[in-house]
C-alpha cells in the first residue's frame, strides 16, 4: 500500500514540473518575440551557446573577414571547406551575418553548412577582446587572415592583436595578401595537422649562375614576379669564379622584396657539381631548396604549386610518404634521358593514362630534376654524405676488384662528373620518388631555355630547343586542371621508374633490396637516411663495365620551334665624324681596345676541360645548329666599360708607385 502511495505522489510530482516547464517555455517564448536586442544577440552568434558547445568539441579553423571587400575575395576560398568546421568571423561597418546567410543560399556554395558565421559587424570598439572570447570557446586550431598593406593602419592593428592573441591560444596564424587569395583555394584540400606546419616551411631560391647576365636577369624577374602567399622567402646566389663583371654587377644591384638575399662566389672554378651539391645544406628539417641554374625561367605559381605539394605530401599522417618522396619538380620533362639506347621523347601520358589513370594526374618518377626543384632537407643531406664516400671510390686503383654502385641498364653510368649520376644511383637504392606536374601540352613551373654553357658547347641548339622548353603556367589553371580539383592522395599517384615505366612503389622496394644485397653485406634500413649501409663489401668479383650505344645524330621527331629566342644583334652606324674624334677614336682603341692573344699564357686543352661537366653530353649528340649567344648590344648597356677604364688607370698608377717605392 504504501509502494502505491509513493507511486502515485510520484507521479502528481511529474505533472506539476510538466505544468511548470511549458508555463516556463510560454514564458520565454513571449520573452524571445518581446526582446529584439536577445533575437539579434543570438543570430550574430557572437558567442556559442550552451547546446552549441557539444560541436565546438571537433578540431576546426577560424576566418576573420573586414569589411566585404575581404570577404568578397574570401568568399570562394570560404565555400571549400568540407572536411572541418569554419568559422567565420564578419568585422566592419558594410557587412552583416543576415545578410551572408541569404547569400549561402542564393548563391552556389555547397558546403556553406560547414560554415559557423559570427557576426561582430555593429561592434566598433574592443573587437580584439570579443574575438579573443570566441577563440578561448571554440579552441580552433588554425586562424586565417587577410595580411593588410601597410597603409591600412587600423586594420594592421586588428591583424596584429589576433595573430598575438591566436599564438596565445596554441593557434597556426595564416596570413593571406588580398591579391594571393584566389591562388590558395587549396587550403581546405589540406587537413588541419597539415595546415598547423604553414609557418614551419622554410623555401628558400638557390641560384647558379656564371657569365649569362642575360639569361640571370631573366631569372631573378621570373621569381620576383611570382606569387609568395604572404611568406618570406630567402634567395642564394652562387656564383661562380668565372662570373664576369655583368654578372657580379647584376647579382648586387638585384632587389629582393621576399626576404634575403645573400651572395656567393667562388675563388677557385670547381665546376656543375660542387656548383649545385654546394650551394645549399639544410639546416633543419623543415627548410627546402628550390635549385635553379640561370639558363632556367619560372613561372609565377611555383610557389603556389610547391608549398602546395610540401604540405600536403610532407605533412601527412603518411610516414611512408616522409621517406619515399625527396623533391618536387617543376619542370614537365618530354624526353627520356637514361634509356641505354639514348635519349628519346617521352609522353607519360602514353603509360598513364591507358592504366585508367585520369588525365592530367601528377605522377611521381625516380628520375631527379635538375631544370628547377625542390628538394627536401633528409634526403639532400643524405646526399651529401653518399657522395662523399662514393667520390672516393674514384681514387681506387684501376685494377681494384671491389664491387662499385651502378645501377643497371641506366646510361648515367657513363657520366663522369655529374651530381644526377650519383644522386640516381641512391634513389634506386632507396626506391625514392620526385613528385611532377602533368598538365596539358606539359604546361609547368619551370623550362629550360637550352643556353650556351657548362652542358650545351656544340653547334645544335635551335632545331631541339622546342624538345626541351615546355609552356610555363601564367593563368592559375592548378586545382581546374587536377583531376577533381586537388592533388591525390600520394597512394593514388602513378609510379615510374628511371625509364619511364609504370610500377609500384612495392616493386621498386624489390628491386631496391635485391641490388643493396648485390653490392653491400650490410642490411637494409629503411627512414634512417644513412647511406653507410650502401659501402659494406661484398666478396666478389666486380661487375662488368656497362656499354651502351652512342646516341643518333640523325632522325627522330622534327622538334617545335619557338619563335623569338634568338634576339639579334643590333648594331649602330656612324658614319659622320670630325677628323679629332677619329684621332680620339684610334688611341682609344690601342690604350683601351682588343690586344693581341699570348698563346703561351692560354691553359692547355687538359686545363680547360678538367672542370667540365659531362652530364648530358647526349644532349650535344642530339642539337642540330649553332648556339648562339643572343646578348643584344646596345651602347647605353655599356657605360661600365667607363668604370673598368678608369679602375684600370688607378691599377696602373698604384703600380708606378710600387717601382718608385722599390727604386728608393
Partial sequence: MELDEIKLKIAEEDKETDRISKKLCEVTKDNWKADTHWRSLVAKNQLPSVLEYRDY?????????????????????????????????????DISGENLQRVFKEADCPYHRNVRVHDYTELSIHLDEHIGKLMQSIKPRILIQVKPDHEEEKANLLYFALKAMGSTYQMTPIGLPLKDIVHSLWIPDLSLDSLQ????????????????????????????????????????????????????????SFVWRQGQKMIRHRIRKGGLMPAI????????????????EDDIEVSPLFYVWSKYAILKYRYGEDADIHRLMFGISLYAPRNLELIPAGRTTFDPNTVILPAGYPEHIPYVSQVPCSWGAVYFPEHWKEFHTYL?????????PKDSRRRLISVPGSRSDKWKKSWKKYFIEMVYLRAYVMLYPNFENFEAFSTN??????HVKSEKRQSVIGTFMVPLMQRDTLLSQLPDHHLPTFDDLPVLDLWGQLQSHSLLETKASKYHAHVSTCPRTYGTFDPAEFFCPVKGPPDPPQLFPMSSK?????????????????????????????????NELVDFGPKPLDVAQLPLVEERFSNRDDEMYDLEGDLDT?????????????????????????EEEEDDEEEIEEDD
Fill in 57 to 93: 568539441r571537433t578540431p576546426a579553423a577560424l576566418m576573420v573577414a573586414h569589411g566585404s571587400t575581404q570577404l568578397i575575395q574570401l568568399y570562394p576560398l570560404i565555400c571549400r571547406f568540407s572536411q572541418y568546421i569554419l568559422h567565420l568571423a564578419l568585422v566592419g561597418n
Fill in 197 to 252: 606546419n604553414w609557418n614551419k616551411i622554410d623555401i628558400k631560391l638557390v641560384v647558379i649562375t656564371d657569365r649569362r647576365p642575360h639569361s640571370l636577369s631573366r631569372l631573378l624577374q621570373s621569381s620576383a614576379r611570382s606569387i609568395y602567399l604572404g611568406d618570406n622567402v630567402d634567395i642564394m646566389l652562387h656564383m661562380e669564379q668565372s662570373a664576369d663583371r655583368a654578372t657580379r654587377m647584376l647579382v648586387n
Fill in 277 to 292: 651539391v654546394e650551394s645549399w645544406y639544410p639546416s633543419h628539417n623543415d627548410e627546402y631548396a628550390v635549385l635553379l
Fill in 388 to 396: 662523399v664516400r662514393r667520390l672516393a671510390d674514384l681514387n681506387l
Fill in 449 to 454: 631555355h637550352v643556353e650556351f654553357g657548362t
Fill in 554 to 586: 640523325k632522325g627522330g621527331k622534327e622538334p617545335v620551334l619557338f619563335k623569338n629566342v634568338i634576339q639579334p644583334i643590333r648594331y649602330k652606324y656612324v658614319t659622320e665624324f670630325r677628323k679629332e674624334e677619329e684621332e680620339n677614336a684610334r
Fill in 626 to 650: 649553332l648556339n648562339r649567344l643572343y646578348y643584344k648590344m646596345k651602347p647605353e648597356d655599356l657605360d661600365f666599360l667607363e668604370d673598368e677604364r678608369l679602375d684600370m688607370e688607378e
